[in-house]
């Protein structure tokens, strides 16, 4: 997964300017879906939902910088511990503080003892994790200079990682990556890993070998461009070790961002991100602040060239690799807000069976098959666009269609009282 890289910033969605060849190659072999979906405009929420299958408002992480993965939440890694699976995360985490030393923690929100839930208390066997952002290029320091920002990588055993940690910052994870994948098929175990890049967010620092493929553009554009490209390098490092070790057919590869872009527009500072012909960025439950780049790469199940039109999301990740392995775990809190995807991946999926709740902030919204209504004032009014007619939900038919508002406002509104529930517990056994 990518940090707040906009739908339109890969050149498989059409970018013409950043270089991606890897994840278009990856495009190209795999599935692409033209409309994936974050679990939520920003970091932390996406994130834990890409891990529960759940929407993060029932567990408590309602912003970047705000709650901790409970115990109680059952997680993919938690969950294939009991299947044999050896299990790793890379990179950011932000799912809660990684120490209990508040001078140690650079996160943006509450931090101490009461929000530790590091990764390796959430079935992580193997770990390699910040807590929040660091810079993209030489993490450990400022940007562009040789101070302290005040970051570290953490590992499994609770103690912070020294060596190796200049360059690129996709390269510093992936470097992590290949030892452990390397391992687990040495070792004969199957293996679960979870790459959570820092690309590109801010700070967005690049080095010059990637700024020089950009030099006709400006010094801000050369480090946003040239850090997605490093990026890209380092998913086609993954996808030629995983062939070279004999192992790619029987492995899904999925990618995505966490959320839309930042920045106002795209246009100035090195928030450069685009969000394709989609309204809002980073932060909006609006299209461009949720619907990201998102790829599925299986060979032995998946021909090359599949597109699909059908709504996804990282809340499906759970659902559909437990489905792909049948087998439900004990203990596990219901209900999902994802669906399996393996029925699409099977070509036996027409459309989405269940629609797709967003809430973050005041904005509450409900992405069905074909229309969404979206709500900026806590569900006071709507508006209701036609994803299909009108992808840049520039209409508002919530006058014209006041029968499919109606009808979607009545199960968004029992989805809400849903995830309050859950939140208050009542989906722990």
Not at 90 to 109: C, I, P, V, Y
Request: aromatic fraction near 10%.
């Amino acid at each position: 997964m990518a940090d707040d890289m906009g739908w339109g910033d890969p050149g498989f969605n059409g970018n013409s300017i950043v270089k991606t060849p890897n994840l278009d190659a990856m495009a190209n072999a795999g599935m692409r879906f033209t409309r994936f979906y974050s679990g939520a405009p920003v970091c932390s929420p996406t994130r834990g939902s890409c891990l529960t299958g759940r929407h993060p408002y029932r567990y408590g992480i309602f912003g970047a910088n705000s709650g901790h993965m409970p115990k109680e939440e059952i997680t993919l890694a938690e969950a294939l511990n009991t299947q044999g699976y050896t299990t790793g995360h890379f990179g950011k985490w932000h799912l809660g503080t990684l120490t209990t030393k508040e001078k140690d923690s650079n996160r943006g929100g509450p931090r101490g003892a009461k929000h530790y839930s590091p990764p390796w208390e959430n079935g992580f066997d193997v770990c390699f994790s910040t807590e929040a952002k660091v810079p993209t290029w030489n993490p450990m320091k400022s940007s562009e200079s040789d101070k302290p920002y005040g970051t570290y990588y953490w590992r499994q055993d609770g103690t912070k990682v020294t060596e190796n940690l200049e360059g690129d910052d996709s390269r510093v994870i992936m470097d992590r990556v290949v030892p452990f994948i390397l391992n687990a098929v040495k070792t004969n175990k199957p293996f679960f890993t979870v790459i959570w890049f820092h690309a590109p967010h801010l700070p967005v620092v690049t080095g010059p070998k990637y700024r020089e493929m950009y030099s006709q553009y400006s010094e801000d554009e050369q480090h946003y461009y040239g850090c997605i490209t490093a990026l890209d390098e380092q998913v086609g490092r993954l996808r030629s070790e995983l062939r070279g070790l004999g192992i790619a057919d029987n492995t899904m590869l999925w990618f995505c961002s966490d959320n839309g872009p930042e920045g106002k527009d795209g246009k100035s500072g090195r928030s450069r991100g685009s969000a394709g012909p989609f309204r809002g960025r980073k932060r909006s439950l609006l299209e461009g602040g949720v619907r990201v780049p998102g790829l599925l790469e299986w060979p032995a199940q998946i021909n090359a060239g599949q597109v699909t039109d059908i709504p996804c999301s990282t809340s499906d990740y759970f659902p559909t690799v437990m489905d792909a392995l049948g087998f439900r775990m004990e203990g596990q809190p219901e209900p999902t807000d994802g669906v399996s995807l393996l029925p699409l991946i099977e070509h036996k999926m027409t459309e989405r069976p269940l629609p797709i709740g967003f809430e973050s902030r005041k904005q509450v919204s409900l992405t069905g098959n074909r229309y969404k209504i979206y709500s900026n004032d806590n569900g006071k009014t709507y508006m209701l666009f036609d994803l299909l007619d009108d992808p840049g939900e520039n209409k508002d038919l919530a006058a014209e269609k006041p029968q499919v508002l109606q009808s979607m406002k009545t199960v968004l509104v029992k989805w809400r009282k849903s995830c309050k529930d859950s939140l208050a517990g009542t989906n722990y056994s």
